[in-house]
């Protein structure tokens, strides 16, 4: 597994010569929310979807 460093690295020289100090800011962070989530999924912190949807229902009959 890559380090955050070595991640970063290949992430940046994958984007195009012209790409803005946003852009590399902006996939940096997507990397590393998609990795927050693939971790959270791996140590079973996630919740079902029917569990959400019914949370979200209880939420709008209340309003």
């Given at each position: 597994?890559?380090?955050?460093?070595?991640?970063?690295?290949q992430?940046?020289?994958?984007?195009?010569?012209?790409?803005?100090?946003d852009?590399?800011?902006?996939e940096?962070?997507?990397?590393?929310?998609?990795?927050?989530?693939?971790?959270?999924?791996?140590?079973?912190?996630?919740?079902?979807?029917?569990?959400?949807?019914?949370?979200?229902?209880?939420?709008?009959?209340?309003?």
């Open positions: 597994m890559a380090t955050p460093k070595q991640a970063a690295k992430l940046i020289e994958h984007l195009p010569e012209h790409a803005s100090w852009d590399i800011m902006y940096l962070y997507v990397k590393q929310k998609i990795e927050a989530g693939l971790r959270a999924v791996a140590e079973g912190r996630t919740v079902a979807h029917e569990d959400v949807k019914r949370r979200l229902m209880a939420k709008k009959q209340c309003a």
